[in-house]
């Protein structure tokens, strides 16, 4: 199974801030990465497919890249609606498998 | 706008089969290019994919290799809804379940649409 270590498992920032994430991969998936957004008692929303495709409807802040076995994402300035745990996730192999979260707070 | 709503017993005891219900509206489940996943989390832990149905051919399924022996999805085309079932269960089985679309196409893979979850406890 591929493994996934996402960092850091939490960070406090302030609307405005430049956050950045990053996520290795135990072996190469090429640009078979997805980011998502997850808010407590909301569904899942993804952000960012291929590595680098913003999904229809995400703002722009948001942002990804990397290729092989390290990626990033990005966002550009919080917006208070930004706080919540994200997610990386990788496509490239069964069992698809989960990054542990980042959860950006306050 | 596809939505997904998981529905089931939100407390199953230990041993016995766990059965949820995804039900989606916006869409049908026949479309392509989709498969219709169930992914969970245990509190306090990552996400964990659980399998998949593939609904527009021949109900073609996938397993978590961890779960293989233990898990089952279907779907009823009629009603627009797929189903898991997780048999002999025990308290590592407690976790919020979702239900996923899962969109493959031009080499891209990714979960585009989520149920907002289900907390299902194990306890006798």
């Known amino acids: 199974d591929i493994q996934m270590t996402q960092s850091p498992s939490s960070l406090s920032a302030s609307v405005g801030d430049r956050v950045t994430i990053t996520c290795r991969t135990s072996e190469s998936i090429s640009t078979y990465l997805n980011w998502y957004q997850h808010r407590p008692g909301k569904a899942p929303k993804l952000l960012i497919y291929d590595a680098s495709s913003l999904q229809d409807g995400v703002p722009s802040t948001f942002s990804g890249s990397g290729s092989g076995t390290d990626f990033t994402l990005t966002i550009s300035r919080l917006q208070p609606e930004d706080f919540a745990t994200y997610y990386c996730?990788?496509?490239?192999?069964?069992?698809?498998?989960f990054g542990q979260g980042t959860k950006v707070e306050i | 706008q596809v939505q997904l709503q998981e529905s089931g017993p939100g407390l199953v005891k230990p041993s016995q089969t766990l059965s949820l219900t995804c039900d989606v509206s916006?869409?049908?489940?026949?479309?392509?290019?989709?498969?219709w996943d169930w992914i969970r989390q245990p509190a306090g832990k990552g996400l964990e994919w659980i399998g998949r149905i593939y609904t527009s051919g021949n109900g073609y399924t996938t397993y978590n290799p961890s779960l293989k022996s233990r898990v089952s999805i279907s779907a009823d085309k009629s009603k627009n809804q797929f189903s898991l079932k997780l048999s002999s269960v025990t308290a590592a089985d407690t976790a919020v379940y979702f239900c996923a679309r899962n969109h493959y196409g031009s080499a891209k893979v990714y979960f585009d649409y989520w149920g907002q979850g289900l907390l299902v406890s194990v306890s006798s």
């Open positions: 996730q990788q496509s490239f192999a069964i069992p698809y498998s």
């Open positions: 916006g869409g049908s489940i026949t479309n392509g290019p989709y498969y």
